[in-house]
């Protein structure tokens, strides 16, 4: 049976990903963000997990408005990266591991969560940043990107996500195989990109959200899409990774975090996530 060792959440920032084509991680600028990863990276190395399950949210490589899936899941051997404009160097294609995936989807649907599923998908920044943070060589597990929509309105609930992180949970514990996966949940804080309210970045929101996520993440359920707008920024809803991460964990310790501003327009989370019995 497929075990999940835990789970961690990060920022996905394209900055970060430039900071490290630039080599600028020990900068004074970047060090307090960057300290945070080397202690995951260890627990990474101890635990080696097979498979990682990279729940992220898509911002317009991948699908764009006219079709957007509010979750899909990849079923590909491999996923490209492609030029966003955002001057990041383009990746070497991730490996995937499409056989998991499929079960993974069969056992989403048997949950009766009608996902899309994608045996082609270029993944963007979301995916990618994350893979370079914790996987510096590139010398990563085979990945599975699962995506949720956060671009167009209606985007889930987070109750939904929660939800969606459970049944992801039960899906990936009846992989026949005896494998080891980490999910991650990237984006977030909170942060608003564009309008009036461009820059707007909520520090006890953001220190609520990550102390609730480990002790009750029930309990933010009871925030409407709405509200988490409003708390959080326009793209704050980017949270909703994070709930569909720690759905799939069941009871966890928190072994790390870290919270930083300013990393470009957002609050940086970092987390690890470990799961007990
Ligand atoms: C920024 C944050 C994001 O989550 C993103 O997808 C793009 C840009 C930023 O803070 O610059
Ligand atoms: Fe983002």
Redesign the pocket.
């Known amino acids: 049976m497929a075990r999940i060792l835990g789970g961690i959440t990060t920022?996905?920032?394209?900055?970060v990903g430039k900071a490290i084509a630039g080599g600028l991680e020990q900068e004074p600028y970047w060090k307090p963000f960057f300290d945070a990863y080397p202690p995951i990276r260890d627990w990474l190395a101890r635990t080696k997990p097979d498979v990682v399950i990279n729940i992220y949210n898509d911002?317009g490589l991948g699908f764009f408005l006219d079709k957007m899936p509010t979750f899909a899941i990849g079923a590909a051997h491999e996923y490209r990266n492609e030029d966003e404009g955002w001057g990041l160097p383009k990746l070497p294609p991730f490996r995937g591991d499409a056989k998991f995936s499929w079960h993974i989807i069969e056992g989403m649907v048997e949950r009766e969560f009608d996902i899309t599923s994608c045996q082609e998908l270029a993944v963007d920044?979301?995916f990618t940043v994350p893979m370079q943070l914790f996987w510096p060589d590139g010398n990563h597990p085979p990945a599975i990107p699962i995506s949720a929509n956060t671009v167009q309105h209606p985007i889930p609930t987070l109750k939904r996500a929660l939800d969606f992180g459970k049944a992801l949970g039960a899906a990936i514990r009846d992989y026949p195989e005896d494998i080891s996966v980490v999910v991650l949940g990237t984006?977030g804080l909170s942060?608003q990109?564009d309008g009036a309210r461009a820059g707007f970045i909520n520090k006890e929101f953001d220190q609520m959200c990550m102390e609730k996520i480990v002790s009750d993440p029930e309990a933010l359920t009871k925030i409407s899409r709405h509200e988490l707008v409003r708390q959080a920024g326009a793209?704050g809803t980017?949270f909703l990774m994070w709930m569909m991460m720690r759905g799939a964990l069941g009871n966890v310790r928190a072994l790390q975090q870290n919270y930083h501003i300013p990393i470009?327009?957002?609050g940086a989370g970092t987390m690890l996530l470990e799961c007990i019995e």
């Open positions: 920022s996905h920032i394209p900055a911002h920044h979301g984006g942060h990109l793209q980017e470009s327009n957002t």
